[in-house]
Structure formats: C-alpha cells, structure tokens
C-alpha cells in the first residue's frame, strides 16, 4: 500500500511540475509572436526562428538530461527546471529585440527538459504495466496547460500588460514547479513498486534484455522513430506558432484567433491521456498512425474554410495528432529498446524535434508563407503531407521484442 502510494504522489508531482512548462512551450510563443511582430517590427520569416531556437535547446538538452536522470535523480533535476522556466517566464517582460526573443525561446526549451524527461521517466518506473497510461497523464498536462492558461495570459496582457503578465506566470510557475518536485519519489533499483511477481520477472528480464544506446542507434527502428518525430513533431509545433497568425490573416480579432490555439491545446493535452490510454489496448503503433491521418486530413481541409468553428475543430485535430506522439512515442521507444536506457536512447531520438523539426516546420513554413503571398493552402498541404508519411512511418517500425 505505501509503495502504491508513492507512485501516486510521484505522478501527482510529475504532472504539477510540468503544468507551467506546457504553458510556456505551447502557449506563449504564439501569442506573443503577433504582439512582438508589431511592437518590435518584426517579419513573420524571423518569427518562425523562435520554435527552432526553443526546439534546439530540446534536441541539446533532452540527451544530456536523459544521462543526469540515472546520476542526479528526477526531483533535482525538475527543480533546476522549475528554476529555469521561472526565470525564462520573468524575460518575456524585458524583450526588446529578436536576439532576447530567441534567447527567451532557448531558455523555455531548456527548462522543460529537466522537468519532462525526468517525469516521464519516474512514472513509467513505477507502473511499468501501464506506460502509456501514466505516461499520457503527465503528458496530458503538458499538454492542456497552454488551453487553460493561454486564455488568462491573454486576459492579463490586454488588462495590465506584458510585464504584469510575465511575472504572474514567473511566480506561478516557481511554486507549482518546486512543489510537484517534493513530491517525487524514486522507486528502488530493478524491483518492481507493485504487481505480481509475473510482472516482476517480466520487468527484471526486459532490463536484462534492454538494449545499449550504441547498440539502439543501429536499428532500423530508432530510424524510423527518429523521422516520425522530426515530420509530425514539425507539422504538430507548427500549428503553435501559425494558428493565431492564421486567424488574424481571415479577419477574425486577436480574442478570435487566440481561440484557434487554445482549440489546438486543449487536444494536444487531452490526447495524450486518452491515447495513452487506448494504446495500451489498441497498440501504440496503431493509435499513432490513426492520429497522424486525422491531423493530416484536418491540415489539407483547413485553407478551405473561413468557419471559426470549423477551423477550431481542424485545429483540435492536429493537436490531437501532436499529443499522440508524445503520449505513445515513449513507451514505444521504452518497449522497443528495453527500460534501462530509455532517458539517453529517448533524448537520442528526440534530437530530431529538437534539429529538424523546427527548420522543417515553422522554418520551412514561414518561408513558403513568404514566398507565396501568404498562400495558407500551400502551408497546410505541405504540412498535411508530413502528417501522412509520419503515418507510413511509424507502422513500418517492427514490433517490439523487449516489453
């Protein structure tokens, strides 16, 4: 009972910890790229650089925080994050310019990585039969915290401003984040928290069997995984930074537009349980490659409607995509390469958001808006195309051996 109960509290401070760092990845770069736009004059081709500045800093750090995990343990590294997301959450009311605009976007990406990759590890430790259960718990409220907050963000800066604004979440995020970080508790070594002591021997011998992040990387597998994530994770971080661009563009006003995010954020966050959930059923491939052609469709039709309804719904659809990839892509990774490694051949994976995502989605993207007059159905077919290979690939990934 006591070991059930600290899992329990583990999952409950794993999702408070990350509940701001959502907010600030998902929330807060699309609603203050329009704002700097045009305070700052800024162009939209060097806008679409803040996801890749704030991807890189995932692609450099998520490696390393997935070998600090194993040597510093998971509460000492959220509470670096917690700290580091504060301090980047204060900045948002000093910017002045592009390069602090991507400074700002190096820091969030950073923070979230102490907290993300530490608490989706820790879960998965202590309920190795539901993986994809806890896994999409946390990730769920990753995920839905930019619907909640982004709508209070906007509040707060259209009644008293960015710096006002910028503290409230600085101040928030520093006591949720140091809060769910005393909450953390480390399941011992190898012996399972809880279950049979079937469950027990399946677990030892799937560490047994788990596999080197040397011997990972010369899989096809982890290549397969490795540009699913670089295509849907682009297609999917894209939405962040165009879907308020994409409102404004049709007429509608900043309140409108801002709808069309929070639509996009409240599936990314609900997803990732949901799917959590129906992949330890259906298959983690499987709830993948359905969610990627529903993302992919909502994108190809999205150019063709001037609803706000409509356009919500579409929206909500690829966030329901985006989501999947993160509830399902970790305990895939974890069942296909073994658990002792998962931190480090995780982080491997995930350099492929972190390096190409950014360039081949909001990058990529804003220069096709660029250099088509704003063509927004050129935009959403190159990015409902991404959505469907991510499919094809994710369903050629082998089943997994280790479990």
Same mark, same amino acid.
């Given at each position: ?13 794993? +999702? ?16 203050? +790229? ?6 700052? *004059?800024?162009? @939209? ?7 890749? %500045? ?12 997935? *070998? ?16 580091? =997301?504060?301090?980047?959450? =204060?900045?948002?009311? $000093? $910017? ?31 309920? &190795? ?21 982004? &709508? ?10 960015? /710096? ?22 480390? &399941? ?10 079937? /469950? ?90 359905? +969610?990627? $052609? ?11 409607? @001037? ?12 966030? %329901?995509?985006?989501?999947?990839? #993160? ?7 974890? /069942? ?5 490694? #998962? ?46 290979? +991510? ?7 082998? /089943? &997994?051996? $280790?479990?």
């Amino acid at each position: 009972m006591e070991v059930k109960s600290n899992g329990i509290r583990t999952l409950v401070g794993a +999702s408070l910890a990350i509940f701001f760092h959502g907010s600030l990845v998902f929330g807060l770069p699309g609603l203050m +790229s329009p704002v700097w736009g045009e305070r700052l *004059k800024i162009g @939209s081709g060097a806008l679409s650089l803040v996801m890749f %500045f704030l991807l890189a800093a995932l692609g450099i750090f998520m490696f390393f925080v997935g *070998k600090w995990t194993a040597r510093y343990g998971a509460k000492r590294l959220i509470m670096v994050g917690t700290l580091l =997301a504060a301090a980047a959450a =204060a900045m948002t009311a $000093i $910017i002045d310019n592009v390069w602090m605009i991507y400074a700002w976007a190096f820091l969030i990406g950073a923070a979230s990585c102490f907290v993300y990759s530490p608490g989706i590890n820790v879960v998965q430790q202590w309920f &190795p039969h539901i993986k994809g259960t806890v896994s999409g718990i946390v990730n769920m409220t990753f995920g839905i915290a930019a619907a909640i907050m982004v &709508p209070l963000y906007r509040v707060w800066l259209d009644s008293y401003g960015v /710096e006002v604004m910028a503290l409230a979440a600085a101040c928030l995020t520093l006591v949720l984040g140091l809060l769910g970080s005393q909450l953390i508790v480390l &399941p011992q070594p190898v012996t399972p928290p809880q279950g049979t002591k079937a /469950e027990a021997t399946s677990s030892v011998r799937a560490e047994a069997r788990a596999l080197t992040p040397a011997a990972a990387v010369r899989t096809r597998n982890f290549w397969l995984l490795w540009v699913v994530w670089a295509l849907m994770g682009a297609a999917g971080i894209t939405m962040v930074t165009q879907s308020v661009r994409f409102g404004l563009h049709l007429g509608f006003g900043f309140a409108a537009a801002s709808g069309i995010l929070a639509s996009f954020n409240l599936t990314n966050g609900l997803s990732r349980l949901v799917s959590g959930v129906v992949s330890d059923k259906l298959g983690r491939k499987q709830t993948l490659a359905l +969610s990627f $052609i529903l993302a992919g469709v909502a994108y190809f039709v999205l150019p063709h409607t @001037s609803s706000l309804g409509i356009i919500m719904l579409l929206a909500a659809a690829v966030g %329901f995509g985006y989501g999947t990839l #993160f509830a399902c892509s970790a305990p895939l990774i974890a /069942e296909c390469f073994g658990p002792k490694h #998962f931190g480090v051949i995780f982080g491997l994976v995930f350099t492929s958001f972190g390096f190409v995502s950014g360039l081949v989605g909001p990058v990529a993207t804003g220069m096709i808006l660029d250099h088509t007059s704003t063509n927004y159905g050129a935009a959403f077919a190159f990015l409902g195309a991404l959505c469907v290979v +991510s499919a094809v690939f994710v369903m050629s990934v082998a /089943e &997994p051996k $280790i479990a």
